[in-house]
Nanobody, 126 residues
Framework: QLQLVESGGGSVQPGGFLRLSCAAS????????IGWFRQAPGKDYEGIGC????????YYSDSVKGRYSISRNSAKNTVYLQMNSLKPEDTAVYYC???????????????????WGQGTQVTVSS
């Protein structure tokens, strides 16, 4: 059973930064593709990025490309989402998700990820 625990959310002013963590227990996250999603109030899930389980390649949606980056720390069994130059429209609940079979691309679909974290709130406001 894979359990994902997210942390690092909070409130920040526009232009600020946050780093979200997605930690796992029980299994090695290196064997899983990790997707990051967000859901703003009243909106559907938006796939914003993915890190491949095969070669560590990363993919980002146009809405966050150049501002967000995904990385792994195998020793800590954790995946990070570094968010820079935050905007008010980045406000949402952010989720990480894992799947062994998923092949990452620029378009990250929530339908194919089996394991999900609990979500963490990110609020960007002045």
């Amino acid at each position: 059973q894979l359990q994902l625990v997210e942390s690092g959310g909070g409130s920040v002013q526009p232009g600020g930064f946050l780093r979200l963590s997605c930690a796992a227990s029980g299994v090695a996250l290196d064997n899983y593709a990790i997707g990051w999603f967000r859901q703003a109030p009243g909106k559907d899930y938006e796939g914003i990025g993915c890190i491949s389980s095969t070669d560590g390649s990363t993919y980002y949606s146009d809405s966050v490309k150049g501002r967000y980056s995904i990385s792994r720390n195998s020793a800590k069994n954790t995946v990070y989402l570094q968010m820079n130059s935050l905007k008010p429209e980045d406000t949402a609940v952010y989720y990480c998700a894992a799947d062994r079979q998923y092949e990452c691309s620029t378009y990250v679909s929530s339908s194919f990820f089996r394991w999900w974290g609990q979500g963490t709130q990110v609020t960007v406001s002045s």
